[in-house]
């Protein structure tokens, strides 16, 4: 299994540039979710989907959208890039959500210029 | 939202030395979860804690749950040089609201030879 795999790994954007981060974990997991990690600070949710049709927004959602068409894609999408959307982007899946933990993708580099 | 106050921020230790942080929450997790995180990577799971009270080791790491599900530490004995990078709790409430994990602002920890 590859896991989580996110793509692309580096991004550089002009402002008001949109672009899709894409996501895919080929473990069958349920739920899947989107961190910005931002320089020293943990991970904050963006959003999170708890099957295939089903999403919701995290705690900070404002300036994404997101999609889940099939189990094992979570695009995370940007309209229209900000420099406080600078930060580095982490893709995770688990089975289900209480018992079982969270594994992360290798995450996508964005600066906004 | 909920807060995670992690320390120490940072630890510069020498080789061999055993190493202790902790997690503290405003208010309670059904689970605590302890993750590294390398350079340039995604978080990697090192221990998951289900239930208040339980002890948990993982070769020489050893984490705790709190009694009062507020709480979590992580000791690491006789470190070594591949123990550096960035350590992360996580804590996670099932009862309702968004269902990704609260993270800490991270330990640095830092080991001279």
């Known amino acids: 299994n590859a896991g989580v795999t996110q793509t692309p790994k580096f991004r550089i954007l002009k402002i008001g540039q949109s672009m899709t981060l894409q996501c895919t974990q080929d473990?069958?997991?349920?739920?899947m979710y989107w961190y910005r990690q931002d320089p020293g600070m943990g991970l904050k949710l963006i959003y999170y989907s708890v099957g295939a049709g089903i999403t919701d927004k995290g705690e900070v959602p404002n300036g994404y959208n997101v999609s889940r068409s099939t189990t094992e894609d979570f695009p995370l999408r940007l309209e229209l890039a900000a420099p406080s959307q600078t930060s580095v982007y982490f893709c995770?899946?688990?089975?289900?959500?209480?018992?079982?933990?969270?594994?992360f993708g290798p995450g996508t580099r964005l600066l906004v210029l | 939202g909920q807060q995670l106050n992690q320390s120490p921020q940072s630890m510069f230790i020498q080789e061999g030395e055993d190493v202790s942080m902790n997690c503290t929450s405003s208010?309670?997790?059904?689970?605590w979860l302890w993750y590294k995180q390398d350079p340039g990577e995604g978080p990697v799971l090192l221990i998951a804690l289900y239930k208040a009270g339980e002890l948990t080791s993982n070769g020489r790491l050893t984490a705790q749950f709190g009694i009062t599900r507020k709480d979590s530490f992580l000791n690491i004995s006789a470190s070594i040089p591949s123990d550096v990078g960035i350590y992360f709790c996580?804590?996670?409430?099932?009862?309702?609201?968004?269902?990704?994990?609260?993270f800490g602002k991270g330990t640095h920890l830092i080991i001279q030879p």
């Open positions: 473990m069958n997991h349920n739920y």
């Open positions: 208010s309670i997790f059904n689970t």
């Open positions: 995770a899946s688990s089975y289900s959500r209480a018992r079982e933990t969270q594994y």
């Open positions: 996580a804590g996670l409430y099932s009862g309702g609201g968004a269902d990704g994990l609260t």
